[in-house]
């Protein structure tokens, strides 16, 4: 990752690091360009909080990645996946023995399905990126079937990022995040459910020294703005902040990555 944090999309849908065990199998077929096909098998409980206890697979995802070189200088990638997730997270509850409750760190806004797609661009002189690189990040999702009762209603969510390395040890970077939502909750004292929207942008700043390939120094500035129904859909938006991160590897690491 170029940055502290992941993308708002990722923390929103998937809980931000979603791990899970299951079963991957990929295949890269033999074209004379970049092409990936892959499937998943996961049991979806750290996908969401409180989740069902059944002995199928709670996600699947299918998913394919393309890409190649337009010349010595640039290439790109192109990749599109979707998941199908078969629990539902349990929508907020509204009244007068109103009480609160822990949550896990799974996705707060969940869904049935959930399209993502996503482009990379990337230029560096001749091919050398050890020295001098642009990278052009763009990511979507979205999610339907988040509630029985919501329609055709939707959350998603976008993400664009530019990464700069103009030194062998040093990065900068911006990014911008849009985050669409649709909060089910539901009101005991007239029995039925409202789905409240909201809305959270974030902008992200940052600078990374990297002396070697085991070691990351990162320093971010972030900032939020919210926007919802009577109730706050988003607990509590981050109006600024500064990060410090520090990555260290130890051990063997793979080849350079695309």
């Given at each position: 990752?170029d940055?502290a944090e992941r993308?708002?999309?990722?923390?929103?849908?998937?809980?931000?690091?979603?791990?899970d065990?299951?079963?991957?199998?990929?295949?890269?077929?033999?074209?004379?360009?970049?092409?990936?096909f892959?499937?998943?098998?996961?049991?979806?409980k750290?996908?969401?909080?409180?989740?069902?206890?059944?002995?199928?697979p709670?996600?699947q995802t299918?998913?394919?990645?393309?890409g190649g070189?337009?010349?010595?200088?640039?290439?790109?990638?192109?990749?599109?996946?979707y998941?199908?997730?078969?629990?539902q997270a349990?929508?907020?509850?509204?009244?007068e023995?109103e009480e609160?409750?822990?949550h896990a760190h799974?996705?707060?806004?969940?869904?049935?399905?959930?399209?993502m797609?996503?482009?990379v661009y990337k230029w560096?002189p001749?091919?050398d990126?050890?020295?001098?690189?642009?990278?052009?990040?763009?990511?979507?999702?979205?999610?339907s079937?988040?509630?029985?009762e919501s329609?055709?209603?939707?959350?998603?969510?976008?993400?664009?990022?530019a990464v700069?390395?103009?030194?062998?040890?040093?990065?900068v970077?911006?990014?911008t995040?849009w985050l669409?939502v649709?909060?089910?909750?539901?009101?005991?004292?007239?029995g039925?459910?409202e789905?409240a929207?909201g809305?959270?942008?974030?902008n992200?700043?940052?600078?990374?020294?990297?002396?070697?390939?085991m070691?990351?120094?990162?320093?971010?500035?972030?900032?939020q703005?919210a926007?919802?129904?009577?109730?706050?859909?988003?607990?509590?938006?981050v109006?600024?902040?500064?990060?410090?991160?520090?990555?260290?590897?130890?051990?063997?690491?793979?080849?350079?990555?695309?």
């Amino acid at each position: 990752d170029d940055f502290a944090e992941r993308p708002l999309l990722y923390r929103g849908f998937l809980g931000g690091h979603w791990y899970d065990d299951g079963l991957r199998l990929n295949w890269t077929a033999p074209t004379p360009f970049y092409l990936r096909f892959g499937v998943e098998a996961f049991s979806g409980k750290q996908l969401i909080e409180e989740p069902e206890t059944k002995k199928s697979p709670g996600a699947q995802t299918f998913s394919m990645k393309t890409g190649g070189d337009l010349n010595a200088s640039n290439s790109w990638q192109f990749g599109l996946s979707y998941l199908n997730n078969r629990r539902q997270a349990e929508a907020h509850h509204h009244g007068e023995d109103e009480e609160e409750h822990d949550h896990a760190h799974g996705a707060e806004f969940s869904g049935k399905h959930m399209w993502m797609t996503d482009l990379v661009y990337k230029w560096a002189p001749n091919g050398d990126s050890k020295n001098q690189q642009v990278r052009l990040i763009w990511e979507h999702a979205r999610v339907s079937g988040i509630h029985p009762e919501s329609g055709s209603l939707r959350h998603s969510g976008t993400s664009l990022a530019a990464v700069y390395r103009f030194h062998p040890s040093w990065e900068v970077g911006a990014r911008t995040d849009w985050l669409k939502v649709n909060k089910p909750e539901f009101h005991e004292d007239e029995g039925e459910y409202e789905f409240a929207p909201g809305r959270l942008r974030e902008n992200a700043l940052m600078i990374a020294y990297k002396p070697n390939h085991m070691q990351t120094y990162r320093l971010q500035w972030s900032r939020q703005t919210a926007t919802g129904g009577e109730e706050p859909v988003f607990a509590s938006p981050v109006k600024n902040s500064i990060q410090f991160q520090v990555v260290i590897g130890f051990g063997a690491h793979g080849a350079h990555s695309y």
